[in-house]
């Protein structure tokens, strides 16, 4: 007894890990159908280590007994096909940014606020929170439940895999050339990003804010609740996976270290990995392939009162975005939120 479940957005960077994590994990997968654009139609990809899957064309895809659609095909694709889907009878969990300040649309981070999935039964969708925010708040939740989150400074450092597989490509095409005297080509990024960081990821906005900037504290307070202040530096580094986050926070109640070591230690979702030493502390490199969100560097920050200062570290094509996905397919199940349906 299973799930029909149709992955959307198959064949790029966060679809592809989306349907390793479906295999890894053992999901209750009665059929899988791969979408994507009718350009990559009939393409095979891998689904565990025996079966390989032709790729369908999501234009023409009839969504009508399928039981789950886990979408990453661009925003634009996503507001159009996820309404098709939802209105099809399928649960949509969309990884795109399209639907995620919508009102009646449920921003999830099951590790925070899985009570959220009620709300999906009226629309049939649910939003995957960006990823940059989806590994700041699963480390904050702990410490909000503790000492209650009052403001956040954050600076990332985005890998460019966060800008799909032509941002990897650019960085890999760039480092090689840098070596042979190419000059660089940048079409992905608006500098160059070999050897270099950008501070610089999606539009700017008339604040002087970028959109990604913009979207971490927008997110962090419909999925925290409350009035939580964030500020947002993000920034894209010559790393291919991992993003990185130095988070300071201020908290309303005061702030006991070891009280924070300890929850952390036990939170789900996040594994403390902080030694005063050489290599006490988390890198990208370590985080690859990995589930959980790390985090290091743990100390009180003396400049405002009740203030705590880390670093965490995720991958973000797995937690920040397909893991992240199919565990709110594993909790709506777990809260009888999906019929199982007879194989």
């Not at 649910?126 to 940059?132: E, G, L, W, Y």
């Not at 920040?320 to 009888?336: K, P, R, S, Y």
Request: proline fraction near 6%; charged fraction near 25%; hydrophobic fraction near 45%.
């Amino acid at each position: 007894m299973g799930y029909r479940v149709a992955v959307a957005g198959a064949t790029g960077a966060v679809g592809r890990e989306i349907i390793k994590t479906l295999a890894e994990r053992d999901f209750p997968v009665d059929d899988i159908a791969v979408l994507a654009s009718a350009r990559s139609v009939g393409q095979e990809i891998s689904f565990g280590p025996k079966r390989v899957l032709k790729v369908r064309n999501l234009d023409t895809f009839d969504f009508a007994g399928w039981d789950i659609g886990l979408f990453s095909p661009g925003a634009a694709v996503s507001a159009i096909h996820a309404p098709r889907a939802a209105a099809a009878g399928c649960l949509v969990i969309d990884n795109t940014s399209h639907f995620r300040m919508d009102h009646d649309v449920p921003l999830v981070v099951p590790e925070v606020n899985p009570e959220a999935l009620q709300k999906a039964r009226r629309r049939r969708i649910v939003a995957n929170p960006n990823c940059s925010t989806i590994q700041m708040v699963v480390a904050l939740k702990p410490l909000h439940d503790l000492f209650t989150v009052k403001r956040v400074v954050v600076s990332t450092y985005q890998a460019v895999s966060g800008a799909g597989k032509e941002g990897m490509d650019e960085l890999f095409t760039q480092s090689k050339g840098s070596f042979v005297g190419d000059p660089p080509t940048s079409e992905q990024f608006t500098r160059p990003i070999a050897f270099n960081v950008i501070p610089h990821i999606d539009r700017f906005m008339d604040d002087g804010f970028t959109k990604e900037e913009w979207k971490m504290a927008v997110e962090t307070r419909k999925i925290m609740g409350g009035d939580i202040r964030v500020v947002a530096t993000c920034v894209r580094v010559p790393v291919f996976v991992g993003h990185s986050e130095s988070v300071v926070v201020e908290f309303e109640e005061p702030v006991d270290l070891e009280q924070a070591r300890a929850v952390l230690r036990e939170a789900p979702g996040v594994i403390l990995h902080d030694r005063r030493e050489d290599g006490g502390y988390v890198t990208p490199i370590d985080c690859v392939g990995e589930d959980a969100t790390y985090v290091s560097r743990l100390r009180i920050d003396p400049t405002v009162p009740n203030g705590l200062a880390f670093w965490c570290v995720s991958d973000n094509l797995r937690k920040g975005a397909a893991l992240n996905a199919v565990q709110i397919a594993e909790t709506m199940i777990a809260l009888d939120l999906l019929a199982k349906k007879a194989a």
